[in-house]
């Protein structure tokens, strides 16, 4: 079993009107390159763009949430999964497995009704924070709110863990990833994060973080993004962005839709980047080793950001938006990690590539269901389909408002 834990396709499949089913010519995933690259399933990223605020911010949530789900209801190679038994279910029957999680505390308006809307979508992990903070929760990349957990983050904090969705610390500030690690009573996701000790980009997880999130039997998705590997391209990578920054904002003067505009500028980008050293898939790996040495191999993962990200380690494809056939090369990666002592197991799976987020989904995903259980038998007369109904009405009086 191999699942990344962060692919943002979904903006694709909505904005781009992009049909994954076909081998595309651009992006990094579809459905034959995930099966070409030994992907078993993948967290699709609910991601809500900070542009997004109040009264919209939750409806394009959901409407990417309702894109992806229209997917899997029309596509037989395709399975909604929202625990660990269903993925193995929907990888016995060679399907792929299609997991969500929002991106972006901000998409829940500081409502928790509108929190237990994903979850009743299907939702089993929320990023805290994107870039931008919130309200409640403070973000590594946003000056403005780099604190901890309001009283009321606190409380979204309780809510997962009573729901069973993953509380996500991947893109959260120092604070809020210490206040969770403080309050959690589950394990602890941080769904595509690198180390800071081997490159410094306030986005990476120091050491001290990445042993409390192992301790509590969390675990982290390494990013695939080179930015977050390595310094010296870091700030090559913000020295370009510097000099085209005029150019950026022509951009974002002549588009109205984030999608379109983040698609030119990456555009842009890339022909640049083209002619930039771009770290390597051992870089990479390096991350992978040393959150193993850290944590300990059962928890570390796959949080590769495809279709996020503008550029790959190479020899992986650097482009997002043109043409480029290249697959999620998976493959590759298993060649560099190979010749690494933590490589393969004995069934010839790789690690840490798969088993962790499968673990880490079910163990917070069972205790929800369990309490689904206490709940129907203590309704009186109350079978099983009474309480789908109810939940789908109460869903229904969520989503629309
Ligand atoms: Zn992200």
């Not at 972006?104 to 979850?119: D, T, V």
């Not at 944590?295 to 796959?302: A, P, Q, T």
């Not at 990200?309 to 997002?320: A, D, K, N, Q, S």
Request: charged content about 25%; some cysteine; aromatic content about 6%.
């Amino acid at each position: 079993m191999i699942l990344d834990g962060h692919v943002d396709t979904a903006q694709r499949m909505l904005d781009g009107n992009d049909d994954i089913v076909r081998r595309l010519p651009d992006g990094h995933v579809d459905l034959p390159r995930m099966k070409a690259g030994g992907l078993s399933g993948a967290f699709f990223a609910i991601w809500v763009d900070e542009t997004y605020g109040p009264g919209t911010a939750f409806r394009r949530a959901m409407a990417l949430i309702d894109t992806v789900r229209a997917f899997t209801d029309t596509v037989s190679g395709a399975e909604l999964a929202t625990n660990a038994g269903e993925v193995r279910a929907a990888a016995g029957r060679g399907h792929v497995a299609v997991l969500m999680g929002v991106e972006g505390g901000h998409a829940i308006e500081n409502s928790l009704e509108h929190l237990e809307a994903f979850y009743h979508r299907g939702v089993r992990y929320m990023t805290l924070t994107w870039n931008n903070g919130n309200d409640w929760a403070g973000a590594s990349m946003d000056p403005a709110r780099q604190g901890g957990l309001s009283d009321f983050g606190r409380g979204v904090v309780r809510r997962m863990n009573d729901l069973g969705m993953l509380v996500d610390v991947s893109h959260a500030s120092d604070a809020t990833v210490r206040d969770v690690l403080q309050l959690t009573t589950k394990p602890v996701l941080a769904s595509h994060s690198c180390c800071r000790a081997l490159a410094s980009h306030p986005r990476n997880l120091t050491d001290d973080q990445l042993r409390a999130i192992a301790r509590q039997g969390g675990l982290v998705g390494i990013n695939f993004f080179p930015v977050f590997l390595d310094d010296d391209f870091c700030a090559r990578y913000a020295e370009l962005n510097r000099r085209l920054e005029p150019e950026f904002a022509a951009i974002r003067a002549s588009h109205e839709q984030p999608f379109l505009i983040d698609c030119e500028i990456d555009r842009l980008r890339v022909e640049h980047l083209e002619r930039m050293d771009v770290p390597g898939i051992d870089r990479l790996v390096d991350h992978f080793d040393h959150a193993v040495q850290v944590m300990g191999i059962d928890h570390v993962g796959l949080g590769s950001d495809f279709d996020g990200i503008c550029v790959l380690p190479r020899p992986m494809t650097r482009r997002r938006c043109r043409s480029s056939p290249e697959p999620s090369r998976l493959a590759a990666m298993a060649t560099a990690t190979s010749g690494r002592s933590w490589g393969r197991t004995s069934s010839g799976c790789l690690v840490p590539l798969g088993d962790p987020f499968f673990r880490g989904s079910q163990a917070v995903a069972d205790p929800a269901l369990e309490r689904v259980g206490v709940a129907l038998d203590q309704e009186p007369g109350g079978t099983g389909r009474d309480q789908v109904m109810r939940e789908h009405v109460q869903l229904r009086r969520v989503v629309d408002l």
